[in-house]
């Protein structure tokens, strides 16, 4: 049973007990992200994560993590396009350790000068390390061409210019303007009693005020958009770009099924045709990502650069062959139970739990029991299917980036 409790200050509790575990996962879900971000402050909302483990007013860095390791516990986060997240999990007899250290790094980080000095080293690396991986290096190139002049379009790391740049008062700034209670969510799974879960919470965050002018980000539209980035490797890593789809309650499962056919695995159409019978590429996929007001769909190929111009046209075949050799009831009812199985065994973790219960009311400001996604699969028809295949599958409305050696000597636009 998901329940969900609103402070007075505007901040959601989104709860889920399960007795049958011994552990207690807790998120504190932001949202804010590199979309909210501008040209020069790219990169700041993973650098202000970052930050938050380099200590607190009464706690060092090796404080926390000493903390945390002497009860068992683990400690994260992670930061995306749209929200970062702080989280942890531990037993449930060291639930208020971890609450109380996690809960003195949101509120009290030094953001100690020092401290960003070497982080920002840390952060380099990571962008260097970033670089190193082709096939990241091409899904960001396409975004960035997708959405110009747009934040979504920007690298969640950041660039090496901006990283330098940051300051402490760049980082008090950017928390002033943009964490604030009413874009916080509290997501807790785990074998807890709710009524002392809230009398905490509300006593650790009841009174917090935070940001009062918050900006919503500019909203973006997926532009058709062509790019290459030489790199001296061997292969040629090629993203194909279509317009995806805004998040949606109706339409995800219907994309779900439709991706987890189409390319979202082994048995996929493209890994069959172009991998499995044509023996053209060592990997190749399909994924969709999509956001509050825009998406995008994406197919991901690793091959040699003769064999580019034959790939795109295999994949564009299987495109519409996707509207001619459509899809089986026997199929549909396939995936479904493949999608259900997965979704339920996630499900046997707090953590994956407490993730779930988050996202649904991160995106959309709802909660969804396990029950109800189920039935949302189960809902899911050809009709509905073929509905989503119809936004997304525009040929005409295509993007690529290429990442490789000589890859500019292709001309793409008449691929």
Not at 9 to 15: A, D, F
Request: some cysteine; overall charge negative; hydrophobic content about 40%.
């Amino acid at each position: 049973m998901i329940s969900v409790h609103t402070m007075p200050n505007g901040i959601r509790v989104v709860m889920e007990v399960m007795q049958s575990v011994r552990s207690i996962s807790f998120g504190l879900w932001v949202k804010t992200g590199s979309r909210h971000e501008t040209a020069t402050t790219n990169g700041i909302a993973h650098f202000t994560e970052h930050m938050f483990f380099k200590g607190t007013e009464k706690r060092t860095a090796l404080c926390i993590a000493e903390t945390m390791d002497a009860v068992g516990g683990q400690i994260n986060a992670f930061t995306t396009k749209d929200c970062t997240c702080y989280h942890v999990r531990t037993l449930d007899t060291h639930f208020d350790t971890a609450l109380d250290v996690l809960t003195d790094m949101f509120f009290n980080s030094k953001f100690d000068p020092a401290d960003i000095v070497k982080e920002r080293n840390v952060i380099l690396e990571e962008i260097s390390m970033y670089e190193d991986t082709p096939e990241d290096v091409c899904s960001e190139l396409l975004n960035a061409k997708v959405f110009p002049q747009n934040p979504l379009g920007f690298n969640i790391l950041g660039s090496s210019d901006t990283v330098s740049s940051f300051e402490q008062k760049d980082f008090k700034a950017f928390m002033d303007e943009l964490y604030s209670p009413e874009d916080t969510i509290i997501a807790i799974a785990g074998n807890f009693n709710e009524k002392e879960i809230i009398e905490k919470l509300t006593a650790l965050y009841g009174n917090w005020k935070g940001a009062t002018t918050r900006k919503e980000p500019i909203k973006a539209i997926y532009t058709p958009g062509f790019g290459v980035k030489e790199k001296d490797i061997e292969q040629v890593h090629l993203c194909m770009g279509l317009p995806g789809l805004p998040i949606s309650l109706d339409e995800s499962h219907s994309i779900a099924i439709m991706n987890t056919i189409f390319g979202g695995g082994m048995s996929s159409r493209l890994f069959q045709k172009i991998r499995e019978e044509r023996g053209l590429v060592y990997t190749v996929y399909s994924y969709h990502v999509n956001y509050a007001d825009t998406g995008i769909f994406t197919i991901y190929a690793g091959l040699s650069p003769s064999h580019v111009p034959e790939v795109l046209d295999l994949i564009s075949r299987e495109i519409k062959g996707f509207f001619t050799n459509k899809i089986t009831d026997e199929q549909l009812a396939k995936t479904k139970e493949q999608i259900k199985s997965n979704f339920i065994l996630s499900l046997e973790s707090s953590g994956h739990r407490m993730s779930s219960i988050a996202r649904t009311q991160v995106s959309l400001g709802i909660s969804l029991t396990t029950d109800d996604i189920i039935n949302k699969i189960d809902a899911v028809t050809l009709d509905s299917i073929y509905d989503v295949c119809d936004k997304i599958f525009k040929l005409d409305q295509m993007s690529l980036s290429l990442v490789g050696k000589n890859v500019e000597g292709i001309n793409i636009k008449n691929i």
